[in-house]
């Protein structure tokens, strides 16, 4: 059995309320971390309705051993921007209440890699970033142009709200911009032109990724679409010219798009090295290049990185563990975490003897399906499951619903290992709701990258 937390010694007990640490009330989960950090951390807890004080000693660094229910204990700050490209608004009516919440929140950007527009940013918000170093953030940028941002955003602060990523960048916080580009919109000439206001007023930002409008068929805004093949070949075209010009004054690309561009134009992905370390993973740039090294053992520490840092769609309004920052995707990997044995239909599943099948999304298919027969693994089953929960343009396996894999189950063969990517689980719950134990065949759960989806396959 393992030694008890320091806070577990202090007498710190489950379901306590943690008022105050060595005096100071903490915001998040980040002034947590700085308190806790301490040598000795005195204490002011509620327990069912007493206030007692506890004080707890241990080393300067070592882990206080409390698991913390949010990584925001004030009110989390939402946006005051009404954005016609944003995907909150597109989501079926009865989805669970969390998903709904628009943060435009600093702290989950640091936390989690959310975007911020910075429309809600302050002075006290600056000081704050400059005097923790909370970097690096990550900012929605959109458009350069103050009237064009500010109507993208449908927010008039979005005009000038850029002035506080130039402070960022003047204090040497590291900054990841991204610019969703809608069709008739921001691409073309506007693209052209953000992207010259990036040369020109914040070409120290480490990196700019050019992401697709993502559309279901919920959307009410009539001028947003899909781009059309034309139009994602016309956004690589300006990336193509831009990363030249990046290349020429800075030294580096600086500006990369989302693997979904080159599905979508028909064009072969860069070679990995044209990713420079992969520093939008996440945001879905060179995801496939990342999971093919992966997959075909071409590590290196730049691909560790990248096929390591995963957390899916909405995931922090799932809570973050005490152990890190990132909530875990499965119950079972929470109790992993909390150093519980693992047990449940998801993680200790017996491998059948039956060959695998590989469940997906559409675009996650179009990728796949080369790498596998590259690897002579053409026992494979691929399934591309396609996204009717969402429907419009939506393909990538991270929006993949319970309800969409069960219709696609249920047709099946029984006599199959059925294995589905962790990206699109949060708390082994899809965004619908459903569990993975309600689907129709039992699946396994693989972590998204390409070592754990060969580990999971075994030999042919
Ligand atoms: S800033 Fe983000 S959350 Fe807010 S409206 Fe725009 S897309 Fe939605």
Redesign the pocket.
């Known amino acids: 059995m393992a030694d008890p937390s320091p806070a577990s010694r202090a007498g710190l007990l489950p379901g306590d309320e943690i008022r105050s640490m060595n005096g100071q009330v903490p915001r998040d989960v980040i002034e947590y971390q700085l308190i806790a950090d301490e040598a000795v951390v005195d204490l002011d807890i509620s327990r069912g309705g007493f206030d007692l004080s506890l004080s707890v000693d241990k080393a300067a660094g070592e882990p206080l051993g409390a698991e913390i229910a949010s990584a925001l204990f004030d009110q989390v700050r939402t946006?005051d921007?009404?954005?016609e490209?944003?995907?909150?608004?597109q989501l079926p009516k009865g989805m669970r209440k969390s998903l709904y919440l628009?943060?435009?929140d600093y702290r989950l950007s640091f936390l989690y890699g959310n975007?911020t527009?910075l429309t809600r940013f302050t002075e006290a918000d600056l000081e704050r970033v400059i005097d923790q170093h909370l970097s690096p953030l990550y900012v929605?940028i959109h458009a350069t142009d103050p009237e064009v941002r500010a109507r993208m955003?449908r927010n008039r602060r979005g005009a000038l709200s850029l002035r506080w990523l130039r402070l960022l960048l003047d204090h040497e916080i590291e900054v990841h911009g991204q610019v969703v580009v809608c069709p008739g919109v921001n691409d073309g000439a506007v693209l052209y032109d953000t992207l010259a206001g990036v040369l020109d007023r914040f070409c120290d930002l480490a990196t700019v990724a050019l992401v697709p409008l993502g559309i279901s068929r919920y959307t009410t805004e009539a001028a947003m679409r899909a781009h059309t093949p034309a139009e994602a070949a016309g956004v690589l075209d300006t990336l193509a010219e831009w990363q030249q010009i990046f290349q020429r004054t800075l030294g580096r690309r600086l500006v990369y798009a989302a693997d979904e561009y080159y599905l979508l134009a028909g064009r072969g992905f860069p070679p990995a090295e044209e990713y420079d370390g992969f520093l939008q993973h996440e945001n879905g740039i060179g995801m496939a290049r990342a999971f093919e090294a992966d997959l075909l053992g071409a590590e290196t520490a730049a691909m560790a990185g990248a096929a390591g840092h995963t957390t899916g769609f909405f995931q922090w309004v799932e809570g973050a563990p005490a152990t890190g920052y990132r909530a875990p995707r499965t119950a079972a990997a929470s109790q992993a975490d909390a150093g519980a044995p693992r047990s449940g239909r998801v993680a200790l599943r017996r491998r059948s003897q039956h060959p695998p099948t590989v469940l997906t999304g559409e675009y996650g298919a179009k990728v796949l399906r080369p790498l596998l027969a590259g690897i002579g693994r053409e026992d494979v089953g691929l399934v591309a499951v396609p996204n009717n929960f969402f429907g419009g343009n939506i393909a990538v396996s991270g929006l993949m619903t319970g309800s969409d894999l069960a219709a696609v189950l249920s047709d099946l063969p029984e006599d199959r290992r059925y294995l589905l990517p962790d990206v699109c689980l949060s708390n082994g719950r899809f965004l619908d709701g459903m569990q993975v134990s309600e689907l129709p065949r039992p699946v396994e759960v693989v972590a998204t990258d390409g070592r754990s989806l060969l580990q999971a396959l075994g030999a042919r």
């Open positions: 946006c921007n009404h954005c490209f944003c995907f909150i608004y628009k943060d435009d975007f527009t929605s955003l």
